[in-house]
């Protein structure tokens, strides 16, 4: 897409972007200039919403190294260049709970979707941008990241710790390259996966709510407007950091009712 946006011209990478924080980060990315390249298992939603963004659709399962690399490489292939890279996708399944409960398979489950596709995203991506000495890696952590979730999810908790202090380690190491790696923490967003949680232990999303401070969940725009920011030159001297957007969560002792 042609115009004056802050992306224009660059090709951006996005797992997960058929639903939630990733689709709305799909459309502002594309509305801001850049060419997208979603990574997703959707095919039903995934053609559709690249055709939407006039970008490319790539069927990958984070979880396997030889898909990610199909991903970046098509990206390059068609783009010429990978310049940004939101490695966004995850789960968070029922049978991930208190320690007590979660067994070792929907622990090992959560992991490999939501840590070792990280691993997998950054490990594809960093040649290119080495390459290029220049790029923005974002990587979707969480507030669980930083502090104890009032609703325990132990392996979705340890997950996005593992993200988050990936993410340090890749900026500080590739700093002097031009590339910026950075950990996005968002608080509890109003996306399919959240309202699914509502629909079915209401108890335990209200107890997520009456912790933030703002009193709301965020909209996926939001978060959206967050990753623009790391993946634009706004944030040119911002690197190995946990970007916090949580509804001042993280910064609360007690919330006011």
Request: glycine share 10%.
């Amino acid at each position: 897409m042609l115009g004056s946006g802050r992306l224009d011209g660059r090709t951006a990478v996005i797992t997960g972007g058929c639903s939630g924080i990733g689709l709305a980060t799909v459309r502002r990315f594309a509305a801001e200039g850049a060419h997208v390249v979603i990574g997703d298992l959707d095919d039903g939603c995934g053609p559709g919403i690249a055709g939407e963004v006039d970008g490319a659709y790539v069927h990958c399962d984070v979880t396997d190294a030889a898909e990610v690399e199909e991903l970046f490489a098509t990206a390059h292939d068609r783009y010429g260049s990978v310049d940004i890279a939101f490695n966004n996708a995850g789960i968070s399944p029922p049978d991930d709970a208190s320690i007590l409960d979660t067994g070792i398979e929907a622990w090992r489950r959560v992991q490999e979707v939501n840590l070792t596709s990280v691993y997998l995203c950054c490990k594809a991506v960093l040649p290119y941008m080495r390459e290029q000495q220049r790029g923005s890696i974002i990587n979707t952590a969480s507030f669980v990241a930083v502090m104890g979730a009032a609703t325990s999810q132990i392996s979705y908790s340890a997950s996005k710790g593992g993200v988050l202090a990936m993410s340090r380690e890749l900026g500080v190491q590739f700093a002097r390259e031009g590339i910026r790696v950075n950990a996005l923490c968002p608080g509890p967003v109003n996306t399919p996966l959240l309202r699914e949680l509502f629909a079915t232990d209401p108890d335990r999303a209200a107890r997520r709510l009456v912790h933030i401070p703002l009193g709301r969940f965020a909209e996926p725009e939001e978060i959206a407007s967050a990753v623009l920011f790391l993946a634009s030159d706004d944030s040119s001297f911002i690197t190995a950091s946990q970007f916090l957007v949580d509804g001042g969560i993280c910064g609360a002792y007690v919330t006011p009712l």
